[in-house]
């Protein structure tokens, strides 16, 4: 009874909680005294100038579980999953690297991580553990939460500083600290991850500590332990706190984290090029601001309006993003060269004209040049500047007054952009994000590297006419909604002799197109005229529609009809509800190439000029089939699905019935359902 009142005596003031505190650390070993009791004594400075009462209280009753727990001195921690994998170091300590550097891929509340430190410790993993985990939040968000993290202090804050040294290599207990920052973050605090990594015992212990209070944590706010055991067995583990409720990212971390774990174990490493880490060009911290400024200030209105049939979620945040990473870009460069006066830029392709507009409206002079105009111009201040316009590559495609050329999915003008900002002016430099591959000549890039992807390769190649074109050229990986998200920046000019570079350009465009090799032009001649390539080819200027939904009525019937007439044969029979002693063909479920294969060979070929082939052919007709998972099959009538399964029709004499009953009028048993119940018209 007397301990029960001292403990609730120390939860009624700061100072008697103070003198509970030091009296408990008298409980601990004489090695380990000075070390808790120091920071009980740093505690109690930083309670005494907290204004907030109820902040006072919470700090109190966590200071009082915290000596519980420092007193037991236990690192006990509760199984959430443990796999037989039979995995082996590598493939684990693989795993937990891409953790580590990318926790972005499997959180989806991070934008990206910044690295603080990796320390080798001189003392056990216990002791470090519990300096970790009593560290409170107050002090993290004064030392951490800033553009410029002071190392000496967080180390100061641990008591370690004296006992380790900064290192990359193997040791027996590495301690790697990351600063997190959220893709929301009026919800979501920033915070920093502790990792203690145990390479003899093949174990990592993760803390999450959040910079404030009043939002929600970007991690779980328990410590867990992912582990390859001896025997075998592969891990997740949770800390044994005082709190019984079940916390919500236990879930998270037993069936989002852990299966992703051993994703990363299980695959292979990749061999094709590796390319640096996202944002490894501009800050991250920076980006995460920008980004989340622009987001709030572009998104909302822009998504209400967007006229496009396109997902205006994809291209509204794709282009939010691109817009931020270009702005800090451009401020990185004006602080290197010490200007102050704004780029001004040129977008060759500019598509929906968004980026345009974005970077036009934060003060840089610009112009977007595209050979359609899309519906959304109009929905854009008049004065932003956008042009109509069909850019083939020549003498008269050049700007000497812009200071960069933007290429974002330019397509056929891809490869040129290096080569236009080259011959433009010295002081010329480009951005550019290739999507599809293109050649000089506007032909379909082909690979020649069967080991690499073909956009890997692209990637090297379009990086190859960089060089020839003079530029001393980075690559950088943006964070934006696509797989195709390498980037490449002409940030500067190589030394080296004007001419040389400009023959070495010619050569190349020369070899590469049939500017020379079709006509009797020379070299002089073809410069004269100011041609730089005779059989280019941009795109219409009236986009075709390629959905199979222009090819001829009789053509699309009749590969309806041999669809249709593959399921049936040898279809299931089943009964029709009503009318058991009836009968009705309900068709095969076959594969998409299986069906390819029964089609005549001049129609297949006709289709795989359409995007998506048959299957886009089939999905058009989707009252007759269900396409899915590369697979066929009929749709039956009167049956409609929710959540995967089918569930039966109600009745409605509401809804007027226009389209024909495909299954009335061309199934050999007819439509299994009443006029009544179908939704098409018999």
Sequence with gaps: MARVKLYE??????????????????????DAQQFYKHSVKQSFKQHLIEPDKERVQQIMEKAVRDAKWVVNKKMEFQTLARLQTGFNESQFWKAMDIWHHNPQVANRRLLACIEVLSIKLNHDLTHIFQSICTLECSHLNATLN??????????????????????????????????????????????????????????VINIHKSFSMEKRSLGPEMAYMIQLERDGYTSISVYQSTNTVRDPSIDWLEKKLFPCMLKWMR???RTTTVYPSSLSFVSAEKYAKLYWELKEKYSRKLIKIWPENTDPMKFVYEDIAIATYLLLLWEKERVERGIK?????????????????????????????????????????PETPLQVSTIVPSSTTVYPGFDWIIGNHSD?????????????????????????????DGTKYQRHCASKSQYSEYIDYIRSVCDICGFRTYIDKLRIPSTKRICLIG???????????????????????????????????????????CNFKPRDTVEKVRNCTQLEKTLIVDIVKIVANQLLHNGRMISLEGSPEEIWNAGRCLDLRQLAESIPRDVLIRLRK?????QTLLKNHRHVFRVGDGKVEFRIPGKEEVNGK?????????????????????????????????????
Excluded at 416 to 439: H, K, N
Excluded at 509 to 518: E, G, V
Excluded at 610 to 614: A, D, K, Y
């Design 9 to 30: 005596t120390a939860l009624t003031s700061p100072k008697l909680l103070y003198k509970y505190l030091l009296r408990e650390c008298e409980k601990l070993p004489k």
């Design 146 to 203: 800033n553009d410029i993290i002071d190392k000496k202090k967080l180390l100061n804050m641990l008591h370690i500083s004296n006992k380790v040294s900064a290192t990359t290599s193997e040791s027996k207990i590495l301690l790697y600290i990351t600063k997190q920052l959220p893709r929301i973050p009026n919800i979501f605090s920033s915070g920093i991850e502790f990792s203690l990594l145990e390479k003899q015992e093949n174990r």
């Design 267 to 269: 695959n292979e490493p």
């Design 341 to 381: 006066d704004l780029q001004s830029f040129l977008d060759l392709g500019c598509g929906n004209g968004l980026l345009v507009h974005i970077l036009f409206s934060e003060g840089h002079r610009g112009l977007g040049i595209d050979l359609r105009r899309r519906k959304v111009w109009d929905s854009y201040p």
């Design 412 to 440: 056929e003008l891809t490869p040129w952009i290096p080569v236009i900002a080259a011959r433009s002016s010295d002081g010329c430099r480009f951005f550019l994000l290739p999507c599809c591959s293109y050649e000089l």
């Design 491 to 533: 940030w500067e000019r190589t030394v080296g002799d004007a001419g040389t570079t400009e023959y070495r350009i010619q050569e190349m465009i020369s070899a590469k197109t049939m500017l020379i090799r079709r006509g009797s032009k020379t070299h002089e001649e073809a410069v004269n005229i100011g041609e730089w390539v």
């Design 610 to 614: 359409e995007c998506g082939g048959l």
């Design 646 to 682: 089918l569930r039966k029709k109600k009745a409605s004499s509401l809804r007027k019935k226009i389209k024909p009953c495909w299954f009335h009028e061309n199934h050999p048993n007819g439509c299994p359902t009443t006029e009544t119940i179908c939704n098409y018209k018999h």
